[in-house]
């Protein structure tokens, strides 16, 4: 075991990531001043934000171009991660963790490889996470293997920040992997920049629910069980074709022994101990800037509507998509890769950039300026409310809006 300068090798012996429990990650992050890092963008970061999917089989393309795969040894067995770029001075690097029954693939082709977010993602290091044994091609793990808890499976991730040397992540979470990576800024909150949380359920499964688990296994084939956690029975009914699909994938490209494991383990999982500040004494909640999304049909609404009951509402964004459903970043990229530029706006990440159809003229350059981790920069936000239902708002940013105090907003887009 490789020692670290100031430790005592009988504390890594106990702690094998010391840098990680003491905070050395950041130790070059300050809060002096402004760090500016300026681009010129030869085309605007969104062009057409009502662009749908033409084809129900876009999401199952890859563009694998100056993707690179690693497997990182982690204290709970091995992470498949695939990664472009590299760390770019203070920029947090953007990491993805899955769904159950997916992979980084089928859960976030069709939103990385939209062009308009590609024009945001190539200014940052883009880091997809697979959980253990379900990637494309991944071996069969030997019977009695004993899965990660959710837990475990959070704890995993430091390793891979680690490993590359990132400072900090923006994380992007669906189902599963949201509440994986909700777990981890709990755990590791100064390596969290932000969390764009997708389809988030904070609560474990009752008596009930698991009941109806076992009863689902028995009389539905796995591919099957896993849809309807993906999508409403709306969309099984009436979107055969995208369901269709998503059937053969999770069939062909999932090992079914490893996807039945991590299936039964999420199934398992424990309440996630968050409550909103004042709520209750020495309450934990996210300390980072929030961004949940939902579709308006979506299986997982109720629980992302709990969640964010439970988030402090002064750096807390929900988004509510409509007409979308179980998969927003399959069926909406064009409106989720828009909430994702108002995201990093808000955290000071694009510090000037008008929308063309405001305008009526071209997008000027684009400044990319970091704010020292400040956590008081946000966008102002100008939103429309009709009766007690918000309707869909349109954001104008300055230079101006830097400095104003981030607060909610519940937008439906």
């Not at 300050?30 to 662009?51: C, V, Y």
């Not at 040894?73 to 769904?99: C, F, M, Q």
């Not at 796995?222 to 993906?230: A, E, F, G, M, Q």
């Amino acid at each position: 075991m490789p020692l670290v300068p100031g430790v005592p090798p009988s504390e890594m012996s106990k702690n094998p990531f010391p840098l990680l429990k003491r905070g050395l990650l950041l130790q070059e992050v300050t809060m002096a001043g402004l760090h500016e890092l300026r681009f010129t963008e030869e085309k605007p970061l969104l062009r057409g934000q009502d662009t749908e999917l033409e084809n129900s089989d876009a999401f199952l393309s890859a563009v694998d171009t100056d993707w690179k795969e690693h497997d990182i040894e982690t204290p709970y067995g091995l992470l498949h991660v695939v990664i472009r770029g590299s760390p770019k001075g203070n920029r947090p690097a953007i990491l993805t963790y899955h769904d159950v029954g997916l992979n980084h693939k089928l859960c976030f082709n069709a939103f990385f490889n939209f062009e308009d977010m590609q024009e945001i993602t190539k200014h940052f290091v883009v880091c997809h996470v697979d959980a253990p044994g379900q990637q494309v091609g991944a071996s069969q793990f030997p019977q009695g293997y004993q899965f990660p808890s959710m837990e475990q499976l959070a704890a995993m991730v430091p390793s891979v920040i680690q490993h590359f040397g990132f400072k900090y992540v923006i994380g992007i979470g669906v189902g599963a992997g949201a509440y994986v990576l909700a777990k981890f800024a709990l755990i590791f909150p100064d390596l969290v920049e932000g969390l764009v949380l997708m389809n988030i359920d904070p609560n474990g499964k009752g008596w009930i629910d698991w009941a109806a688990t076992k009863l689902s296994g028995l009389t539905s084939t796995l591919p099957d069980t896993v849809l309807s956690h993906l999508f409403s029975q709306e969309e099984l009914v009436n979107n055969t074709e995208l369901v269709q699909s998503y059937r053969q994938q999770i069939s062909s490209t999932v090992n079914q022994f490893n996807l039945q494991l991590f299936w039964n383990m999420y199934n398992s999982r424990r309440d996630l101990d968050i409550n909103r500040p004042g709520t209750v004494p020495n309450a934990k909640t996210l300390r980072c800037p929030v961004m949940l999304v939902v579709g308006d049909n979506a299986p997982a609404e109720d629980g992302v509507v709990e969640c964010n009951s439970k988030l402090d509402p002064t750096n807390t964004t929900f988004l509510k998509m409509a007409d979308s459903g179980g998969l927003p970043q399959v069926t909406q990229p064009g409106k989720l890769t828009e909430a994702f530029k108002y995201f990093l706006q808000g955290m000071g990440y694009i510090a000037y950039l008008k929308d063309r159809r405001l305008s009526g003229g071209a997008v000027p350059s684009a400044s990319m300026t970091r704010l020292a981790r400040s956590r008081t920069a946000s966008l102002t936000s100008a939103s429309s409310v009709d009766g007690s239902r918000p309707r869909a708002c349109t954001h104008s940013e300055s230079s101006e809006a830097l400095g104003q105090i981030n607060h909610t907003m519940e937008v439906s887009c």
